[in-house]
């Protein structure tokens, strides 16, 4: 489902960007605003520099640049997806989401009321488990369990650990007591019915340690249960439910989202005690995939919020098979993933008590790139023959189907073509010929393969890549806030491209009434050589002369409909732009004449093309006519500035005009 900008804008309003941010960072008065430390986990401060605007729905912190409105905040902070985060705070605020048509309604509806109902359940199931595991005495045997696996307190209470006893309807009375019906109890996948002729339910979780699996909006929606002490199987995970989809969630995430984007890194670990081991000691950057493979999903979900990505693997070859299968699906996510084998087939909860954090962090530090770790594991015992070119280029094919990055899929192939020994124009031949391939599903892959021709050939040709170095750039590491917003609206503004003249400009007369107002007497509106910076102002002009009282909050809005809302907010008042004195035309006045010149410059460069096809006739002396006038401009702007005429003095001469 896609939002319209309507709703956006509506459930932005009906939700304030302080009350979500007070939840992680006190803030007080400070000038027009409120200040508070800094709530992001990478800049720890002693004295606040993070900025809200209240009335302006904003927020930037002068130490580590962060910066952004309500969306954001939450894309950034807690890693949810723009969906997610406007999901989540319509219901916040309870604002229903929209429907379709009357048919799609009910059927809506009906997921909608499920997926509470099954929320609810788990949510009493989650709390049942943890409360049996703080009621527990110090020498319980599973309390002696947490003790010897280094399970601290302070790492029970951040990830809920609990604690499903030995009997067998434990849960299913605490349910019932509840008034919960055992068919919405067996729909979550947390009891069974009895079989056999026997009347009742049973639990499906009994003498386990229980690790809650949460989505990013902070709700449990399925469970991890580790056998205690002797038994099969050792982990035992919830079934899927219409609320729990395996290969779409990484434990751990809501979490360890905040580390994750501060380090710019993730680290990937199988189990939830790798996790939690590795959480407690310093390593917070870390997700587990609960003993499934990786899938599309996950890599999406990482993609989010970071391309950079350390995957532990087991040294086995089940290890192997599975560097082997994620390899392709990291590439097809966009990102720049790493493998790290740990020695002597030590799992990382294993190596961080025995070695320590600091050795673990030194190892993935210097973890090789997982093409070339992989690349090395199918060399082994190479002797360069010609067979086994062949038969190499073949298993890379699937690998260079997945990259998304020609530059990247270059640079891979000049490599690998010296590893094994053939020239690089060889090896791109090879990765393009009609013979033998893999499939990509057969790699383990689960991602739709591409037509092979234009997605490896047309990468080296630069087919279909980016235009120029800026859009390449921006493709592996843009400062966009927003990655995903472009497949939840339905109208995303491009503002990639445009001049620092036109962002500056942009932002300024967005900053309050007054500037706005003095850009519209300028009459510059129509003329703004940038699509996206003059609908921007188009939309901004609409608000102003329409509904006024929304004009202090539209640098907010705006932000959740552009490419780039950084470019809206490096120029706001939380950024102090503008003179010292506090009057900002004089900055406003200059950028006008900067995005006028650029205007005049494109116009004398058509206008001079055109005179080429004029040559000597009546339409080429018009055109010298133009292009005179245009100079003319040009000169009077260099001497004086952009004029605007004040509204009291537009009747009588030019001593009441402003100018820079």
Known sequence: MKFSPEFIERVAEGNNLVDIISQHTQLKPAGSGLMGRCPFPDHPEKTPSFSVSETKQVYHCFGCHKKGNIYTFLQQYNGMSFREAVEFLAQRAQIALPQVNEQE?????????????????????????????????????????????????????????????????GLVQHL???????????????????????????????????????????????????????GEPKYLNSPETPVFHKGKVLYGLYQTAKFIRSEDSAVIVEGYMDLVSLYQAGIQNVVATMGTALTSDHGRLLGRITKNVVVLFDGDSAGQEAAERSL??????????????????????DFVKTQGPEALKNLMAMAPDLMMMILQMWMKGYRAEPAEKVKLSNRLIPIFQAIQDPRLKQLYCAEIS????????????????PGPQQSVNAAGNDFQQKNFQTGIAGSFRGENASTNATDAADATNGPILNPQIAEEIHDQIQLKGASQAEVL????????????DLF???????????????????????????????FDKLTSLLASFVDRPEFLIESSPLMGSGSDD??????????????????????????????????????????????????KQELSLRANGFIIVSPEMASETEDGAKSV
Not at 505 to 516: C, D, E, P, R
Request: charged share 30%; net charge positive.
């Open 505 to 516: 400009l942009m932002g300024m007369v967005l900053k309050n009434h007054a500037n706005f």
């Open 176 to 230: 019932q007591s509840k008034n919960i019906s055992m068919a919405l109890a067996e729909e979550a996948r947390l009891v069974k019915a009895r079989s056999g002729g026997k009347t009742g339910y049973f639990d499906l979780f009994r003498d386990r340690l229980i690790f809650p699996i949460v989505s990013t909006m902070a709700e449990p929606i399925a469970f991890g249960g580790r056998i205690i002490f002797q």
């Open 582 to 631: 506090g009057d900002d035309s004089k900055v406003i006045l200059d950028c006008m004449r900067k995005v006028k010149e650029q205007i005049i410059l494109q116009k004398r460069k058509q206008l001079t093309q055109e005179m080429k096809n004029h040559v000597g006739s009546e339409k080429h002396h018009q055109l010298m006519l133009e292009l005179a006038e245009l100079k």
């Open 418 to 433: 010296q590893k094994m020994g053939v020239e690089d124009r060889w090896l791109r031949q090879a990765l393009q010929a």
């Open 520 to 550: 519209l007497r300028g009459e510059l509106l129509e003329e703004i050589p940038h699509p996206g910076v003059k609908q921007v102002l188009k939309r901004a002009a609409e608000v102003y002369r329409q509904v006024p009282e929304k």
């Open 328 to 349: 392709p699906i990291l590439l097809a996510a966009g990102l720049f993933p790493k493998g790290l084998v740990l020695p002597d087939n030590q799992d990382p909860d």
């Open 105 to 169: 309604a009910s059927r809506f509806d009906a997921i909608t009321q499920k997926k509470r109902q099954l929320g609810q359940v788990n949510k009493l199931a989650a709390n049942y488990f943890h409360e049996n595991l703080l009621r527990l005495p110090v020498d319980h045997p599973v309390r002696q369990y947490t003790e010897k696996r280094k399970i601290t307190q302070e790492m029970i209470e951040t990830f809920q650990v609990g604690y499903a006893s030995d009997d067998w309807d």
